[in-house]
């Protein structure tokens, strides 16, 4: 962000907040839609059955524990390139 004057800065702050949200969003959606399919199999009542209510607890678990784990090594990565003096992306 150096060089830019105040004004450049919070409307490239300000992108990145909303290019951040939306990617929320589109995890959150891809999380709800995955566990939906995998666990969700009776609609013959309006509540989830404790078997149903498992999965989804299981499977929200398992999605959020392995983005966290992809974005640790994304940044173990990363940090590895950088300090190579390899550019990211190259």
């Not at 004057?5 to 409307?11: D, F, K, L, Y």
């Not at 995955?34 to 498992?54: A, I, R």
């Not at 929200?60 to 390139?81: H, I």
């Amino acid at each position: 962000m150096e060089g830019l004057n105040a004004s450049e800065q919070r409307e490239l702050e300000s992108r990145m907040q909303r290019k951040q949200m939306k990617e929320f969003m589109n995890m959150y959606s891809r999380l709800v839609q995955k566990c939906f399919d995998d666990c969700v199999n009776d609609f013959t009542t309006k509540s989830l059955p404790s078997k149903e209510e498992g999965c989804v607890m299981r499977c929200v678990d398992k999605y959020l524990k392995g983005s966290e784990r992809l974005g640790q090594r994304f940044q173990e990565q990363n940090a590895a390139m950088m300090q190579s003096g390899q550019m990211p992306g190259r």
